[in-house]
């Protein structure tokens, strides 16, 4: 009988495509095409040098197995395929009590994940996934670009692309891919790069086949300067939409905590027009920790300053303010403490980080500190609302 071994998979669902993973993998044990990004398993050793650098959590997937899926079953499909049931030895049988064991230990270790796979809420709708691809991309029409920014060193846009008769159904919290056109170094095509979109699923305008994305310019960006500089009229290819779990709860009591830096601000954007206009004053409440350089980096200023606290309770932060101490959001988030633990011990509330990775770190912190002024354990907390498909982060 063949000895079972742990498989490394990626779930398809969850993937979004950003391809950090097989960028990180130090013996290219990871491949893709234009739907799926694969592991080869005659090639992986589990160093696990790949699960931390994954945004969403869908690298952390493993089957016990006898025989390894091949790369032709990876690229095959839309979905992770179910745990195997392996053969059931018993313990009559001379020397398969050991295997019986080794199956249990590996089933064990493979379901423990390496942090914990992301969920979606339970009332959140079922997204639609890898619609268009790179071979076969959407092509969207630009009918905006806005600069949302008065910071020369920080060029934010506003970009609005119309889809006209193609279906690109998106939900809250989903991202897309951008085609920027050209080659690279090697004299290939550009891969899609990942964006979150950052209007609600009826669109950019009410009931238009539309939607937005929030754009900052990188100096080297080859995306990022080449959306920056679209023009209305300007045809993109467009590749998506992609991401099954960081997305909004559709229960109206549902408790929103949202974190965020510079453009991780997209999907909160996206999560409070939702609640706009689907909730509404039934909403119950969102609460969102926004963190910039200065007023005039910090992406959609203005409009903040119009949405009714009611309905958004925003703690806008700075740290670049000249006369002032520099103040991040985790620092804001200790500060009215009383707020994030009464959330924390609300069994209705969902968190949402997004931005950039360093954000992490301070963050966990400051949760830890306010979850055990309430005698709580953060780790066992955070872990608790994950699984219930409570606690998402998305940060690059």
């Known amino acids: 009988m063949n000895k079972p071994i742990k498989q490394h998979l990626i779930d398809p669902e969850i993937c979004i495509r950003c391809y950090t993973c097989e960028n990180t993998c130090p013996i290219n044990a990871i491949e893709h095409n234009d739907d799926n990004v694969v592991v080869n398993p005659e090639i992986c050793n589990h160093c696990m040098d790949c699960i931390p650098v994954c945004p969403t959590g869908s690298i952390d997937e493993w089957r016990v197995v006898l025989t390894p899926y091949s790369l032709e079953d990876q690229y095959a499909w839309d979905e992770l395929p ?130 937005s994305l929030t754009v900052k310019r990188e100096e080297k960006g080859i995306a990022s300067n080449y959306l920056c500089d679209l023009k209305v009229g300007d045809e993109v290819q467009v590749t998506g939409p992609f991401g099954a779990t960081f997305l909004i709860p559709d229960d109206p009591e549902a408790r929103l905590l949202m974190i965020c830096t510079g453009t991780g601000s997209a999907p909160m954007r996206a999560f409070t027009m939702r609640r706009q206009r689907a909730a509404g004053a039934k909403s119950g409440g969102m609460t969102m920790f926004f963190g910039a350089r200065a007023p005039e980096s910090l992406p959609y200023f203005g409009p903040l300053k119009k949405v009714p606290k009611t309905l958004l309770d925003q703690h806008l932060v700075f740290s670049r303010v000249g006369g002032q101490p520099k103040e991040y959001v985790q620092d804001r988030m200790q500060a009215e403490e009383e707020i994030v633990a009464d959330l924390l011990q609300d069994p209705k509330t969902h968190i949402y980080i997004c931005g950039l990775r360093g954000m992490e770190e301070g963050i966990e912190r400051t949760l830890t500190n306010i979850a055990e002024s309430t005698g709580q354990q953060w780790i066992a907390l955070r872990d608790t609302m994950r699984e219930e498909g409570r606690y998402h982060v998305e940060t690059y």
């Open 82 to 211: 179910p745990q195997e049931d392996l053969p059931d030895t018993g313990e009559a049988e001379g020397g398969l009590e050991a295997f019986d064991e080794a199956v249990a230990a590996l089933l064990a270790e493979a379901h423990s994940g390496a942090g914990g796979k992301a969920k979606p809420p339970a009332s959140a709708s079922k997204p639609t996934v890898n619609l268009y691809t790179a071979a076969k991309p959407a092509v969207a029409k630009v009918t905006g670009n806005f600069r949302l920014t008065d910071d020369p060193a920080h060029d934010v846009r506003h970009i609005i692309l119309d889809f006209g008769g193609q279906p690109f159904p998106v939900l809250e919290g989903q991202s897309l891919g951008i085609i920027p056109p050209g080659s690279d170094a090697a004299g290939k095509p550009h891969l899609p790069r990942l964006y979150s979109v950052s209007s609600p699923r009826d669109g950019e305008r009410p009931n238009y086949n539309n939607l």
